[in-house]
């Protein structure tokens, strides 16, 4: 099994920056890769980006690509998103999630993960 709990969320002014943290516990194998996805009020929860256990491979949903970054710390068991140029439209609670796999095609459903956090919520004022 795996925790995870997030932190970094806000209040912040469009074009601003956020970094989000989420912290992993448990069985390392259980969070090989681990993802940000994120839900608006009355909307699907969509993903924003994936990384696996070496950081060497990652995915990012077009909105976000080129403003966001994922990065991981396995020596503090930490995941990161660099989110810059924030947008009134990244407003939403930002999960983070892990699967013990990566998968290319899976990466990006709700579905294919196993261990949520409770989320953080970002706001950013026009």
């Known amino acids: 099994q795996a925790q995870l709990v997030e932190s970094g969320g806000g209040l912040v002014q469009a074009g601003d920056s956020l970094r989000l943290s989420c912290v992993v516990s448990?069985?390392?194998?259980?969070?090989?890769?681990v993802g940000w996805f994120r839900q608006a009020p009355g909307k699907e929860r969509e993903f924003v980006s994936a990384?696996?256990?070496?950081?060497?491979?990652?995915n990012y949903a077009d909105p976000v690509k080129d403003r966001f970054t994922i990065s991981r710390d396995n020596a503090k068991n930490t995941v990161y998103l660099q989110m810059n140029n924030l947008k009134p439209e990244d407003t939403a609670d930002y999960y983070c999630t892990a699967r013990p796999d990566w998968n290319d095609q899976s990466n990006w459903f709700p579905r294919s993960y196993t261990y949520w956090g409770q989320g953080t919520q970002v706001t950013v004022s026009s």
């Open positions: 448990g069985r390392a194998d259980s969070s090989r890769t």
């Open positions: 990384i696996s256990w070496s950081g060497n491979r990652t």
